[in-house]
T-cell receptor
Framework: NAGVTQTPKFRVLKTGQSMTLLCAQDMNHEYMYWYRQDPGMGLRLIHYSVGEGTTAKGEVPDGYNVSRLKKQNFLLGLESAAPSQTSVYFC???????????FGSGTQLSVL | DQQVKQNSPSLSVQEGRISILNCDYTNSMFDYFLWYKKYPAEGPTFLISISSIKDKNEDGRFTVFLNKSAKHLSLHIVPSQPGDSAVYFCAASDPVGGGATNKLIFGTGTLLAVQP
């Protein structure tokens, strides 16, 4: 079982460049989330989706956009990368309320 | 404003002894708490959870205790094994602020090192 798959695993960007992180899950989960992990900050929610075609802002949404055109995919976009967006990004999904989250293995992004 | 706090960035214990990881929270409306374990270069994986209507939940070597009056929960690992060495995140679910979204609020994590 693949579970939650994130691509790419590593990426280096220059300030101002754009990129898209892809998250794919094969568990037919309704809810999907994007988190970022920074030293001393834990995991902070960027955006989330409670179903296909829906998205909503989390705790730290500025500088990011998301799309959920298909139930199994949740895309995170950076339109104009900034050094403050250097982080490890985790995608997660869950079947529904009260269910545990399944995480991908993360994307290490460096913005120079 | 950190609603979920893990005040110990790291903890070192001997193999076979008990590991106790602590977590404090500020929002009395949190109704569900979880512990996640994270190895380097991997995503967090679910370990154990507890509902706010309980004060203890046990799963093998892992036990979580919840003290609602103190807004405190702890994870006990007995006996500790070298393979338990990882970062442990405490997380809480907010049914009011989060609504029907299943959003979790995470603590900053505690790095556990179990010495052979």
């Amino acid at each position: 079982n693949a579970g939650v798959t994130q691509t790419p695993k590593f990426r280096v960007l220059k300030t101002g460049q754009s990129m898209t992180l892809l998250c794919a899950q094969d568990m037919n989960h309704e809810y999907m989330y994007w988190y970022r992990q920074d030293p001393g900050m834990g995991l902070r929610l960027i955006h989330y989706s409670v179903g296909e075609g829906t998205t909503a802002k989390g705790e730290v949404p500025d500088g990011y956009n998301v799309s959920r055109l298909k139930k199994q995919n949740f895309l995170l976009g950076l339109e104009s990368a900034a050094p403050s967006q250097t982080s490890v990004y985790f995608c997660a999904s869950t079947l529904g309320l009260g269910e545990k989250l399944f995480f991908g293995s993360g994307t290490q992004l460096s913005v120079l | 404003d950190q609603q979920v706090k893990q005040n110990s960035p790291s903890l070192s214990v001997q193999e076979g002894r008990i590991s106790i990881l602590n977590c404090d929270y500020t929002n009395s409306m949190f109704d569900y708490f979880l512990w996640y374990k994270k190895y380097p270069a991997e995503g967090p994986t679910f370990l154990i959870s507890i509902s706010s209507i309980k004060d203890k939940n046990e799963d093998g070597r892992f036990t979580v205790f919840l003290n609602k009056s103190a807004k405190h929960l702890s994870l006990h690992i007995v006996p500790s094994q070298p393979g338990d060495s990882a970062v442990y995140f405490c997380a809480a679910s907010d049914p009011v602020g989060g609504g029907a979204t299943n959003k979790l609020i995470f603590g900053t994590g505690t790095l556990l090192a179990v010495q052979p």
